[in-house]
């Protein structure tokens, strides 16, 4: 059997008093999913373990069956294996966003979703006026980027800038949350100050404030951690050749790391433009030649950092109809039956506008495996499937029946 795990970010929410008191995933069209639900099994899956941050790097590990407390060592590690940023001993990654400053307030965490080519330049100009040999910046896709210092500490506390949008910034700097991380968490904070006094004037902002789009005015340096040591992801479970698809460094970094061969898709975005069924055709393609997919969409969750309920409800709509529905049509008459599961990784509820630590809806529609009495997909109505709420690694392994692999609990 086969595996493809087709995840939402940020998919969840909450009832929205403009959508009848109803979730996007509720009040959206979604007849492939909902079919799926219908035929297989739901429940609800505890991504975000106590005393973790309800980030996508803790959530999507968590979907793959990784012991966060064994593996995890922040985003930027896993961003850096992405990019090909090979990290020596003693070198701390960092996740650094361009984000836009305006006044005292952090009024967004992406500079208006800069485009790469934009955000490539001012992270050359980072380095060329504050880098060294002990601070580079290495440019991603869009606004996110990583940066790595050479002899930094990692027991930082370090806040999300999606977590606090039209926030007071000066609050949210870097604190150290040990004595001896003090002096890292001065270098990232002269960091920040340093580049809002270089980036404001820079042409390509001036350009953008004449388009009347956002400036990168600032950067944010959040997840920080090393190295980490991650077992494959066919040692745990057995599942055999892997492959990730993802527009974000940070899923791509995961499936490095996880033994997955990455799979690239032109004109994968990230946002709600993305190529959908690039990203469907890559899936299947990718299903014919090893044993599991991760396919990877965060439109959902740029919708609901954004705060925009009805751009929330057409990226879920657009992951039913152009990549759930072509997926199912193209597996349904193989002679190798295709296990198919849907979720996302954690909620972004457009009330809030962040991500939130509440346990996450998902179905498994898998060949010869009994169907609960669900028939449609959404954070409610799982309540009632037979799974009921999965923990740990629980859930990667009902999708691929390997009860005898490795255990852990949350």
């Not at 057409?314 to 295709?338: K, Q």
């Not at 809806?361 to 499937?385: H, M, N, T, W």
Request: charged share 20%.
């Amino acid at each position: 059997m086969k595996y493809v795990i087709i995840l939402g970010d940020g998919m969840a929410d909450e009832p929205v008093a403009a959508l009848g008191n109803r979730t996007p995933l509720q009040y959206a069209r979604t007849p492939h999913m909902d079919r799926l639900a219908y035929a297989g099994a739901t429940g609800r899956l505890q991504t975000v373990p106590a005393g973790f941050h309800p980030g996508s790097e803790v959530a999507n590990l968590a979907v793959l069956g990784y012991d966060l407390h064994r593996v995890y060592e922040g985003r930027g590690v896993l961003e850096a294996a992405s990019m090909g940023v090979s990290l020596q001993t003693g070198e701390l990654a960092l996740r650094c966003n361009l984000v836009c400053i305006e006044g005292e307030s952090m009024k967004n965490h992406s500079a208006g979703h800069i485009s790469s080519d934009e955000a490539s330049e001012l992270i050359a100009f980072l380095n060329e006026r504050t880098g060294d040999a002990q601070t580079r910046f290495h440019a991603g896709v869009s606004y996110r980027h990583l940066l790595v210092m050479a002899g930094g500490d990692k027991r930082l506390d370090c806040t999300p800038p999606h977590d606090i949008p039209a926030q007071p910034f000066r609050p949210s700097l870097v604190k150290a949350a040990h004595p001896d991380a003090a002096q890292t968490a001065e270098r990232l904070n002269r960091l920040v100050v340093a580049s809002q006094e270089i980036l404001a004037a820079h042409p390509v902002n001036r350009k953008r404030m004449a388009a009347g789009k956002d400036p990168a005015n600032s950067i944010w340096p959040w997840s920080p951690g090393f190295r980490p040591d991650m077992p494959t992801l066919n040692a745990l479970y057995g599942v055999g050749t892997s492959a990730v698809i993802s527009a974000v460094d940070l899923i791509r970094g995961i499936g490095v790391y996880a033994g997955m061969d990455v799979v690239t898709v032109d004109g994968a975005t990230g946002l709600y433009d993305t190529n959908y069924e690039g990203k469907a055709q890559a899936a299947i393609d990718a299903l014919k030649t090893h044993d599991l997919v991760y396919l990877h969409v965060e439109a959902s969750d740029e919708a609901g950092h954004a705060g925009d309920v009805r751009l929330k409800v057409r990226t879920v709509e657009d992951l039913d109809r152009r990549i759930v529905g072509p997926v199912c049509e193209a597996v349904r008459t193989w002679d190798e039956p295709v296990a198919i599961s849907v979720l996302p990784d954690h909620p972004t509820p457009c009330a809030v506008r962040t991500h939130t630590a509440d346990p996450v809806p998902f179905l498994i529609c898998k060949p010869g495996q009994a169907p609960d009495k669900v028939a449609r997909y959404d954070e409610f109505s799982v309540r009632q499937g037979r799974y009921g709420l999965l923990t740990g690694n629980a859930f990667i392994k009902a999708l691929t029946g390997n009860p005898e692999s490795s255990n852990f609990e949350s």
